[in-house]
């Protein structure tokens, strides 16, 4: 059984940082993609960053793009997501993902585990 635990969201102004962590479960965790998620309230559930295996190769969204920051460290199960130079928009729930699918940006219905979430609030 694979299991995701988000940590780090809270509240912030406009224009600070917040680091997310994702720890997961499992032995196999150097060979899944992992990916960032968010949630705004009635709005889907939209894509915001992805990095390979290995690490090596990283994907954004374009409304975070050069402001957030994915990294991996095998070793210890855990993918982080920095966060800076927030915005009000960037408010949302956000979710750690795994995927088992080899590609550079895995389609959402390819991710076959999820963290619970974690609440991200940024403040004009």
């Known amino acids: 059984q694979v299991q995701l635990v988000e940590s780090g969201g809270g509240l912030v102004q406009a224009g600070g940082s917040l680091r997310l962590t994702c720890v997961a479960s499992g032995r196999t965790f150097s060979t899944w993609t992992m990916g960032w998620f968010r949630q705004a309230p009635g709005k889907e559930r939209e894509f915001v960053a992805c990095i390979s295996r290995s690490g090596g190769t990283t994907d954004y969204a374009d409304s975070v793009k050069g402001r957030f920051t994915i990294s991996k460290d095998n070793a210890k199960n855990t993918v982080y997501l920095q966060m800076n130079s927030l915005k009000p928009e960037d408010t949302a729930v956000y979710y750690c993902?795994?995927?088992?699918?080899?590609?550079?940006?895995?389609?959402?219905?390819?991710?076959?585990?999820w963290g619970q979430g974690t609440q991200v609030s940024v403040s004009s």
């Open positions: 993902a795994a995927s088992t699918v080899r590609a550079l940006r895995p389609a959402r219905a390819d991710y076959a585990y």
